[in-house]
């Protein structure tokens, strides 16, 4: 009788044994599969932040504003002297410096996608706007000499340069124009790497203003532009929607 019940003791401690075994088991597949699925979401984060935040590195040229070549060097230093720069160099940036009614002044933004990356770009024209009387080309007084709303610099855009016009808004004494890359096309596309897109355009004119209304401290128009890694994104709408959310300070 005491043989049976040690047989008995025995079968039951290796039953908890190998329960024992088994809920290890269990216990480390739950805990490798929790690390595994860890180490995803960790390695899917930083994937995120690498095409969200991308690198992009682009350059806003003006060689007949300032004298500044796609790569960001310059021909002549950019804080040389009209007399230290050669006859050619006819710098918008000086020309400015004298401006009066219908003057054609030198400025050619154009943008060099200098990364390894393809991007979507928006450039922005921040133009200027005043409440003036006008001339024509004749000196014949617009809209009847009456004060209008009026930008002080005019440009024509250049044909081939892949820019369209996205929107026209207007605020503070500016009326701001965004265009976008789209290749010549329909839709907003990214900006290959290495592409150079020419000037937007080459030149701007201030407005024919009839004298004394304009002080020396008027603004110059403005040219800047945002870039944003495409890689990641299946639009250029939810490219720009996270380019602003990075934006918010």
């Known amino acids: 009788?005491?043989?049976?019940?040690?047989?008995?003791?025995?079968?039951?401690?290796?039953?908890?044994?190998?329960?024992?075994?088994?809920?290890?088991?269990?216990?480390l597949i739950a805990l490798l599969?929790?690390?595994g699925t860890l180490a995803y979401m960790t390695d899917y984060e930083l994937a995120k932040n690498k095409f969200t935040v991308g690198r992009v590195d682009f350059n806003l040229y003006e060689s007949k504003w300032d004298g500044e070549l796609p790569d960001g060097s310059y021909a002549t230093p950019p804080n040389a002297s009209p007399s230290d720069a050669s006859p050619s160099d006819a710098w918008g940036i000086w020309e400015a410096e004298d401006m009066y009614a219908g003057k054609v002044i030198p400025?050619?933004?154009?943008?060099?996608?200098?990364?390894?990356?393809?991007?979507?770009?928006?450039?922005?024209?921040?133009?200027?706007v005043a409440d003036?009387?006008?001339?024509d080309e004749y000196g014949i007084l617009e809209n009847d000499g009456e004060i209008t709303e009026t930008e002080l610099f005019t440009y024509e855009v250049n044909e081939g340069t892949g820019m369209k016009l996205m929107s026209v808004l207007s605020e503070d004494g500016y009326r701001i124009y965004e265009y976008g890359y789209t290749g010549d096309g329909e839709e907003e596309i990214p900006v290959p790497a290495g592409h150079d897109i020419p000037p937007l355009f080459d030149a701007v004119i201030f407005a024919n203003v009839i004298g004394g209304q304009i002080d020396e401290n008027t603004e110059f128009i403005d040219v800047d532009f945002k870039a944003i890694q495409s890689g990641g994104f299946d639009s250029p709408e939810e490219a720009w929607k996270a380019y602003e959310n990075q934006s918010v300070k």
Do not use: F, Q
């Open 1 to 27: 009788m005491e043989e049976v019940k040690t047989t008995e003791k025995k079968n039951l401690k290796k039953k908890w044994k190998n329960k024992i075994k088994l809920m290890t088991a269990v216990c």
């Open 33 to 35: 599969s929790l690390g």
């Open 107 to 128: 400025k050619n933004p154009a943008i060099k996608n200098n990364s390894k990356n393809d991007a979507y770009l928006r450039m922005t024209v921040k133009v200027p």
């Open 132 to 135: 003036v009387i006008t001339a």
